[in-house]
Structures are given as C-alpha cells and as structure tokens.
C-alpha cells in the first residue's frame, strides 16, 4: 500500500503540506481532489520521487512500478502502434533477446516468460485501448508526426494505460479527450487491475471509476472511503457536526469567562474563578469550518432578440474544396442550450467556426439577426494569452475608455481578485487563465456564446459556479465538452454530428452514453418491417401513475427524516461529554437516509419517465 506520514513541503515559502498523512490500499481506486492550486500535481511529484521531502515520508511496496502521462511523445516517424507497444519495456526487452538468444535453457526461460505476461496479444490490447481513445485502425499505423500536441498526449495515455504500471497517477486525464475518450476512459479503469491515483474536477469520472476520494485542504490530506457524491455528502455532514461543537464550545467557554470577570476580585470566590481559569486555558479550540471564498461567474446579459437570432437552410462547410458537413438546416433561438455530440473529427468545431461567423458557407443559406454578438470560447484562446500582460491590461485593451474600478470588478466577478488581477498571466493557474477567457468571450454581453471544453483547469467549485452562471444566462450556449456533469444540467437540446451532417439526437445523454460504450451505430428502426409497439392498457397506466405517487411519497416521507436529522444533529447537547457514542449513532442514520433519498428520487424519476412513455 501507499503510505503518506506526516509529510511537510513547501514552494516559494508557501506551505502546501503540514504534517499531511494518508494510506491509500493497494488496488484501490482514488480520486485526489483539492480547489486549484492547492497541490495535488505537486503530490504526484513527491510520490514519484521527482521533489524532495522537508520531512515525513512517501512509501511503496519494494519494486512497485509507477507510471503517469509526464509528456506527450516526440513527434517521431514511429507509428502510434509501435509507441505504445513500446511502453512495456519488459516485453520490449525480452523480444530483442529472444532474436539473439543461443544458450537453450535462456531461450526457454525467455519465452516462458512471455507467454507468462501474455506478450502474444500486446499487439490487440494496444489497439484496443489507442481505439477507445479515438485513433482508427489506419491511424494507429502512421508516424506520431502526423498528429497534433493534443493528439500525441493521447498516444502517450495509451502507452502508459498499456504498461499497466502498479500505481498509475493520472493528472486531469481527460483535458485532452472529447466526451467519447472521457467515457471510454471512466469504464477503463473500472477494470484496471492494480491503484489507480486520477487528479480530476470532473464528478461523473470520481462518481464511476473511483471508490475513494483523497481530499487535499488546508494543507492536510484526509481519506474518504466511496465516491464523490457520497464525499460531498459526508464531508457536509461532519462540518455541520464541527459547526455545532464549535458554537457549543464558545457558549461554554463564554460562561467560564463571565464567572471567571465576575469573581476574580472576591476572595471567597478567588478560588473558583482560578480553576474556571485554568479550564479555559486546557480547553482545546474548535474550530468552525471556514468556508473558502466562493467562486462566480457573472456573465453581462443581452437584450433580447426577434427569433431566430441564427438559421441554415441547406448549408454546405468546409475548408477549400473539401466539404466537411452539408445539408445543414439548423435554428437557433436565443433560449436555446445546445449540447453537440461526436467524435472528434466528424465536424464539431467546423460547426462551431460557421455560427460564430469564423467559417463561410459554401453552399446554401445561412442568416442571423443583424445586431447579434457572438462570444467563443476555446481552449487555444486560454493558450494565446499574452503571458508578460496582467488580467487588467487585457481588459484595458478591450475597453480602454472604462476605469480601472469598473474593470477590476469584472474580473472579481469572475473570481480573479486584487491579487490575481496585477500578476502576468504567465504566472496564474491554469484555472484562472481559463477564467480570464471566459471573462474576454462573455465582455461584449454575446446574444450567443459558443463554448468549446470549458471546464478544462477548472475544479469543481468553479465547474459548479459556470453551471449556476449559464443557467441564469439569457442568451443561447453552445456546448461542447467531455463533462457529462456539465451538460446534463445546462444542455436541453442534442445535436449529433456525424456523417457529415448534424441532425438532432433524439435520445438523452445517458442513453448516448450507453451507445458509445457498446460501440453500436445510432440508427432508426422505424420503417417496414418493424412492427409498431403496442400502447400500454389503461390499467397499466394506472399502475404506473401509482408507482409515481407512491414514489414522492416516498421521497416526500424521506426529506421529512432528513430535516429531523438535521436538527438533531444541529442541536448542541448531543455533543456534550459522554455522548460521542451517541452523536456517532446519529450521523450515520443521516448518511443513511440521504443515501435511501438518493435512491428514492432515482426511482420516482424512472416511474415518471415510464409514465411519460406510456402517456406519450
């Protein structure tokens, strides 16, 4: 196992560790989360040796391979295939000793040992997994200097997923994959066989592929077993527990006070003042739990417009004489919130260069309201920021006619303060530069904002905040994103783009999600031949309008438990000495009703959808 025992590093004289301890067993799947900047990349480092230690220690398992995506691979004429194959140096190894072997009893011992690590179908696993990360059969054959940076840290994923190291450390894995790598991804390490450790904001991937999460705050590390939706929900709890300690503490401690200031000065109760005083001093504080600063986001709203502010008919795109999509007929409101889906490569940013006027068309028509703003973002634009320029220059170069006040508060609002607003970009986090271009895309109040991977550097604090901030936004969003989170909660329409085309995907993001994950074609199967389903009776919808009643009852019933929980556990007394046992006993009745809540509102929300299907 991984042990992690009071550990203490700094950088610049900023403290990241104090006395920071954790154990992570060996198999297990962790997620290491923390707000940005907190030290989770630098963890990664001190676990593989590249930093030194202040104090404490970092240990493994003798001879413990580990293994992360450091870099991407050089841009070589070695094929992606062979890259990848590569990666398991042992294998590698053992085949070049193998064509030069003569000593019988080494021959045999060479081969044993690669039947011993299945060597014999390296070459199906490597293209199994450089599939599942986007690369085609064809592809996996060409040189690494055909592809793209972004494509490359790909092939190096692949390569180490392929080496299957004892512990894999991943650090945001899915920053340089579309929705289908992300997915192919998650269901991956599900099945990794040995510790996965995966930095990464995104809740789907910690909800799925782990069964713990490593939370880094305040310096400290504490290790919770389950999930990040069962994290959030116990760490929520035992802050409200240490909320309620901490103001039962200072009612206590302000009594003492006031015996202690009201007599002191009497020599018959000098005595007694003195012990009080003295319980004040052995009296270890606790703390309430600070609430870190919240982020926002505070996008400028537009007015609004006739509809539709954005309408193809028959539209043909592309570059030069090479059509990409064609026979576009889009409409777009500016209510809309669009999520496109696809691979990569079939015409997703193709598209979003045509409706943000980036792209003409080649055929067809295309037309949109004349006083229309369009804002884009897209992660080469977090790239293209002048590194030696402050937050504030960039925005004195957008409007240089309003002050510095008015300025300094835009970036405030979204979450670049005092601090952050005179530093050079080039010495922000990735999370804050992202910030800053989403501040630049949203300037000029856009009636349309186009968003190409939005969440890319950004935790999960500011995941949740761009959620809130798009919902109440009045003007229409396009998305693209590998953030299943993300999109489920601020996309209300589907666009699928493939085959050259984009049409509407009538299903839902999980049922797209199933889809990738059997690898079957999205296909209509209505027509001849394919008999039209029956309609439920009417005493099977009155079945299912039970079942959805019975379900809110349910949910009804457990919000109502959850309440009286939560009160109970508010209560102050509860914490008294001699009753820890039973404070204990409390809290995991309340773990175990939100968790009966949870699959409570699952269930209703399934009786509604079949009712709906049956109603339709």
Known sequence: MLRITDITYAVEGRPLFESASATIPTGHKVGLIGRNGAGKTTLFKLIRGELHLEGGSITLPARARIGGVAQEVPGNEVSLLDTVLAADTERASLLAEAEIATDPSRIAEVQTRLADIDAWSAEGRASSILRGLGFEAEEQLMPCSAFSGGWRMRVALAAVLFAQPDYLLLDEPTNYLDLEGALWLENYLVRYPHTVIIISHDRELLNRSVGGILHLE????????????????????????????????????AHLQAFVDRFKAKASKAKQAQSRVKMLEKMETIRAPEDAARTVFSFPEPEELSPPIIAT??????????????NLNLRIDQDDRIALLGKNGQGKSTLAKLLSDRLAPLAGKMTSSNKLRIGFFAQHQVEE????????????????????????????????????????????????????????????????LI???????????SREALVEALTAYSGAVILVSHDMHLLSLVADRLWLVSDGTVKPYDGDLPSYRTLLLSRDKPASKSGAGTAKPKRPSRDAILALRSEARKGEERVQKLNQMRDKLAAKLADPSLYEDGKKGEAEVWQRKYAEVMEGLDRAEALWMSALEKLERAQA
């Open 218 to 253: 305040n310096r400290g590390l504490i290790y919770y077993t389950g999930n990040y939706d069962q994290f959030a929900r116990q760490r929520a709890a035992n802050r409200a527990v240490q909320a309620a300690a901490a103001k039962k503490q200072d009612t206590r401690r």
């Open 385 to 448: 920021l002048r590194v030696d320029e402050t937050p504030l220059q960039h925005l004195l170069r957008e409007r240089p006619a309003e002050g510095q006040a008015k300025l300094r508060a835009r970036l405030a609002g979204f979450g670049l303060g005092a601090d952050q607003a005179d530093t050079a970009v080039g010495r922000l986090s990735g999370g804050q530069k992202a910030r800053l271009s989403l501040l630049l895309a949203t300037l000029p109040a856009p009636h349309l």
């Open 313 to 326: 008919e028959g539209v043909q795109v592309g570059y030069g004489d090479t059509v990409v999509l064609r």
């Open 451 to 461: 968003l190409d991977e939005p969440t890319n550097h950004l935790d999960i604090e």
